[in-house]
């Protein structure tokens, strides 16, 4: 029994460093999320919404924001694989945790939802800022909306917004179309243009602005209409994944249970979207849809199984690839019809759509151009939603070598026959000449 | 390590102080509604058994009870396992005291058959507990079950009443906070809730005969413990322990509750009243509700149990006044509904609901109504004022609600807190009029084209305009009772074909709303983009029920060319969908391979080349070529023969390097043939040398 504790304590401390890292193909279990809150009550108050994640297997460690104990890494090992900010009052970070080594912890891969709220600290709003979103600056804003809020006997000013205008993405909300609109109620931010990995995932509608409802509007409000974004998701390049929202209580049990009925419109929902919508996007934020991965990349010539280590022009090839998804327990095909490969030397020579067998397996054949050089096969695939797939396998092409050309061209066949017909002529007067009397 | 945990708990009252903050912004109305019936829905989800039973006794009496508060019909396997764990624990004589006690607790509502042996197991065990009992949960289980086992059979005695009340008061502080033992240096409040029960047994189980001194000394000491009591800006009080160690830390709603338990309890036994200020009481039933539906089971039973607590105690039971809808329409003549319940959603004792007054919000101007009293409606148990006063108009407004008792002594029973304010939304249609949009000459303000406008419906009106000229957007808005009104969003919006966007807000001067764009001084802040601008209309505010965004139509603008330094339009966002997606197929052109003559023609040259040769071979005939000069001798003719042999030999070389051999194999093979050739070569032409010099001179 000992001998059975040393051991299992002996592979702990030999798995622990690998249990904490980020989302990778190898490992993609085992993740430790650091909840990070105001108060206490919000894991009571916002109990259905952490019980959700719990239920899919994830390990919530609830935190102060200024706890003077958290840290988000120990000897140079990070302890958690995301980070969620449920502190939109927080001035400080207790412990070492600062804006700097939030944007590290993410820079390394790990995703990071953050919920801000009305008078959220500089502190959060600078966290959007690194996330590539701007909060409306005027600390008492809130997204108002006068004609597609959120019905209700008992809120009469118009910030309890009924948003249905959803990205249109399967991978990123689910197959399942969500019915019900979202209850939100919060600060709007915009996306920046210039940052092509930013999404708006829920936009508000063309009437709604962002601005103090308590007070008269005298210059216009620097986010209206559908520029405002309620909740958006970004893809980092290294496919780390963060959720951006300025509402905290579109998270609670509240607008999870509460029914809702947007304004001008007679069908009343028992439930909010929130729940089917926040669950969904988790799901998208914690790698189990979307995250692709490529494994077994062949090549070779049509007829042959071994890779060669070269080409020559004019050969024909087959190219092979298998892509998986996965799906939170396991990698299951990745089924698509876009899936591109370049043979690529500065530009591409040949761009083809790969024919899928929906088992995985990406497959094509061409043949290879007429210009040697040194290639390369590309496969970049980038899908809404999706982690980007970069592969990229040198190979070289070669032209002929001199005895791989025509051996004997017909269009010769007169400067050969002369050649032989002059030889016999010369043998039959050799003795002619030396003969003849 | 103390100091530490202190600072934490301190700051986690702040961030609770924070919560309670952000929940009242989202109830927006800080006024509470009584338990309703997500609170059962919520009820039936948490405290749902796994594979029939609950995890411990604790949690299957918490929802025992919570299902009972709120008047769940109780499923019958809940029933009957809770009755199967109960007799299991009350028949073990292994179990523990807590166990035991929250099983008695948990029969005491399901009313399991407990055999009178098992009862009378139970007294004994329980008063040896009692005997031995050290702390302050001992005496809590312990007392306590003797308590629920005299409520279900009736002759259960406690020994030495008095000297276990005196015991227990051991544990008080003197700042009414108390301790768990008297080894543990610090008080809670949480403590002082569990001691107040417990002495609330102890003198149930010996009411007349106990020193009175006794209880008044602990009515003080509950006055000590309510002054420490915490409180927010919304009203609602609440008690928290700062100081207690970590793991025993129960929160602000447990410590509230487990003092309202106490007091309720103790107030229920004693004779003499409490003297604790009523709106106290409320303050705590406020802090109960404003809690809204928690998603803790272990929360939601000590909301509904101290709820409950408060439903029916003896100090004073709070009044809940609420109003199902705060938004009222002025069109549609809404009326005004103010409920006033217990807690719980019980109906109140007779009682008149005045509303004293109406104040616009944010002004301290005088009431615009005289006070009123509200019609009760027997059918709905609300009270009503069914059409808003005349001088309602559209507008947020406070209303100042006053509960009256119809009897006096209920004065002394129930709660109402006073005077109650309530924000109101009045909210109500606005008629929207003289809608006009016009292209003004810039120099004299003449108009050059005007259209009207129908805000209600569809537009489309299409203008031109240059940069010297002006836009007049001018539209009027009233109230029903025909005031002036003011909304909160009146914005016009210009949209370039580059989705470029200005918007601009609306001002107006009483009734009539006007904006006057001048493009002169706008070509900058329009980046000199001439071209169609859609125009669109924003008017909306929290009371206007017919809020609108309309598209007006458009504007083709026509401003000067940009300077060379004038700033850039910012970039637009691009449209995420046409971002991705594939790419148009590339296949590769292959270098056309080199035209070449027809086969056949090649065929026929071939022959040709072999033309010569027959010409040469007819000539040769034609001429008499003959062997005669052949040498007839052996030597010299083996000689030539070698020697033609060797033409043939290097020929038939070059033919095969032709087909197969490279140029090393074939100069090897060459030099060797070419040195036999050359030999063999002179040996024959010196012969025939030799033979034509002897005819010569022959």
């Known amino acids: 029994m000992g001998k059975l504790w040393l051991i299992c304590i002996a592979s702990i401390s030999i798995l622990l460093p690998f249990l904490c890292n980020a989302f990778s193909p190898e490992t993609p279990t085992d993740r430790r999320v650091l909840v990070l809150l105001d108060d206490f009550a919000i894991m009571s108050s916002h109990s259905l919404y952490f019980n959700a994640l719990k239920s899919r297997g994830f390990d919530l460690e609830f935190k102060l924001a200024d706890d003077p104990k958290i840290a988000l890494q120990r000897y140079g090992q990070y302890l958690y694989d995301a980070l969620i900010l449920f502190c939109p009052s927080v001035e400080r970070f207790g412990g070492s945790i600062d804006v700097a080594a939030i944007v590290n912890f993410v820079d390394s891969g790990h995703d990071l939802i953050v919920a801000a709220d009305v008078n959220a600290s500089d502190l959060i709003r600078e966290v959007g800022t690194e996330c590539g979103v701007d909060f409306d600056e005027d600390p008492s804003a809130m997204v108002i909306d006068h004609i597609g809020y959120a019905v209700s006997g008992t809120e009469g000013d118009h910030t309890l917004i009924a948003s249905d205008d959803f990205i249109k993405s399967d991978v990123i909300l689910g197959g399942k179309k969500i019915e019900a609109p979202i209850l939100f109620r919060g600060i709007g931010h915009a996306v920046s243009p210039a940052n092509s990995l930013v999404l708006k995932v829920l936009s508000a509608s063309p009437s709604a602005y962002s601005a103090n409802p308590k007070s008269k509007l005298s210059t216009p409000p620097p986010l209206t209409g559908s520029a405002i974004s309620l909740v958006s998701i970004v893809q980092a390049r290294n496919n780390a994944r963060l959720l951006i929202t300025g509402s905290l209580s579109m998270f609670s049990n509240r607008f999870f249970r509460s029914g809702v009925q947007k304004a001008g419109s007679q069908t009343k929902h028992e439930k909010s979207g929130n729940e089917q919508f926040l669950t969904e996007i988790s799901k998208w934020i914690f790698h189990e849809r979307g995250h692709l991965k490529a494994v077994n990349v062949k090549h070779h010539r049509v007829g042959e199984t071994d890779e060669p280590a070269l080409y020559r022009i004019n050969d024909e090839l087959e190219y092979a690839v298998e892509i998986y998804e996965w799906s939170g327990t396991s990698w299951e095909p990745y089924v698509a019809n876009d899936v591109q490969l370049q043979f690529y030397m500065m530009s591409p020579y040949v761009l083809k759509t790969l024919s899928s067998d929906k088992k995985g397996l990406y497959s094509t054949s061409f043949k290879v151009p007429d210009v040697y050089g040194v290639f390369q096969f590309k496969v970049e695939h980038q899908k809404l939603g999706y982690t980007s797939l970069s592969l990229s396998k040198q190979i070289p092409v070669r032209p002929y070598r001199h005895n791989e050309y025509e051996r004997f061209i017909p269009a010769a066949y007169p400067y050969y026959g002369a050649a032989f017909s002059m030889m016999a002529g010369f043998f039959i007067f050799s003795f002619a000449h030396l003969y003849s009397k | ?698």
């Open chain 2, 1 to 698: 390590m103390p100091t530490n945990l202190n600072f934490e708990m301190a700051r986690s009252l702040v961030g609770f102080t924070v919560l309670l903050l952000f929940l009242s912004i989202c109830e927006s109305a800080s006024f509470f509604q009584p338990i309703s019936d997500s609170h059962r829905s919520a009820a039936v989800e948490l405290f749902s058994p796994d594979h029939g039973s609950f995890k411990s006794l604790e949690e299957t009496y918490e929802a025992l009870r919570t299902f009972d508060v709120l008047g769940i019909e109780k499923k019958p396997d809940v029933t009957a396992t809770a009755c199967r764990l109960v007799s299991e624990t009350v028949g073990s004589s292994s179990s523990t005291l807590k166990d035991l006690f929250y099983a008695l607790k948990a029969n005491s509502i399901v009313k399991c058959k407990i055999n009178d042996k098992a009862y009378q197991g139970i007294i004994t065990r329980l008063n040896a507990a009692v005997d031995g009992a050290s702390s302050l949960p001992d005496f809590y289980y312990s007392v306590g079950g003797l308590l629920l086992v005299k409520g279900s059979k009736g002759d259960v005695h406690l020994a030495d009443a008095d000297g276990i009340f005196r015991l227990v008061k051991a544990f008080r502080q003197s700042d009414g906070r108390w301790r768990f033992s008297s080894n543990s240096p610090e008080s809670s409040a949480f403590a002082a809730g569990i001691a107040l029960e417990t002495l609330a047994g102890v003198v149930s189980f010996a009411s007349p005969e106990l020193d009175q001194s006794l209880i008044s000394t602990l009515n003080s000491d509950i006055s000590k413990l309510f002054d420490s009591i915490e409180k927010y800006d919304d009203g609602a009080l609440y008690f928290d322990d700062k100081l207690v160690d970590g793991h025993d830390h129960q929160g602000p709603l447990a410590t509230t509750s487990s003092v309202v338990r106490g007091l309720t309890v103790f107030a229920a036994v004693t004779d003499e009243r409490l003297n604790i200020p009523s709106n106290k009481i409320l303050g705590l039933a406020n802090f109960f509700l404003g809690i809204g539906v928690p998603g803790d089971a272990k929360d939601l039973f000590n909301q509904m149990d101290s709820l409950a607590c408060l439903e029916s105690n003896r100090v004073s039971i709070p009044l809940i006044l609420s109003l199902p809808s705060t938004v009222l329409s002025v069109t549609k003549e809404d009326s005004l509904q103010v409920n006033v319940n217990t807690v719980l959603g019980s109906n109140a004792p007779p009682l008149t609901v005045k509303l004293v007054g109406v104040f616009t919000s944010g002004s301290k101007a005088a009431s615009l109504v005289e006070s009123q009293e509200l019609v009760f409606d027997d059918g709905t148990g609300m009270y009503n004022l069914n059409n808003l006063p005349k001088s309602i108009d559209v507008g947020s407004y406070t209303f100042v609600f006053e509960i009256v008792l119809h009897e006096p002594e209920h004065e002394k029973i129930y709660v109402t807190g006073g005077q109650k304010k309530v924000p109101i939304f009045a909210s109500g249609l606005i008629k929207i009029e003289n809608a006009e949009i016009a292209v003004l000459d810039s120099d004299l303000g003449s108009i050059e084209t005007q259209k009207k406008l129908d805000l209600a419906g569809q537009n489309a009106v299409s203008l031109s305009a240059n940069h010297l000229q002006k836009l007049r957007v001018s539209f009027k808005l009233t109230t029903p009772h025909g005031l002036a009104f003011k909304p909160h969003q009146a914005l016009l919006k210009l949209r370039h074909e580059s989705k470029v966007e200005h918007i601009f807000v609306v001002g107006n001067s009483g009734k009539q709303f006007e904006i006057v764009l001048n493009f002169l001084g706008l070509v900058e802040k329009f980046f000199y983009l001439s071209g169609r601008y859609d125009i669109e209309l924003a008017v909306g505010d929290a009371v206007m029920e017919n809020s609108l965004l309309r598209a007006i139509g458009h504007i083709e603008l026509d401003l000067p060319e940009p300077p060379e330094k004038a700033t850039r339009p910012p970039p637009q966002p691009v449209d995420p969908y046409s971002r991705y997606g594939p790419k148009a197929e590339i296949t590769h052109i292959f270098r056309a391979p080199e035209k070449r003559p027809p086969k056949e023609l090649s065929l026929a040259f071939l022959g040709l080349t072999f033309l010569p040769l027959l010409g040469f071979l007819i000539g040769l005939l034609r001429l008499g070529v003959n062997l005669k000069n052949f040498p007839s001798n052996t030597v010299p003719a083996t000689f030539a023969t070698l020697f033609h042999v060797s033409i043939g030999a290097v020929l038939s070389l070059y033919v095969l390097f032709w087909l197969k051999l490279d140029l090393f194999q074939t100069l090897k093979l060459l030099g060797f043939l070419g040195v036999i050739l050359v030999l063999v070569g002179h040996r024959v032409l010196s012969h025939l040398a030799a033979t034509s010099a002897k005819l010569k001179s022959a």
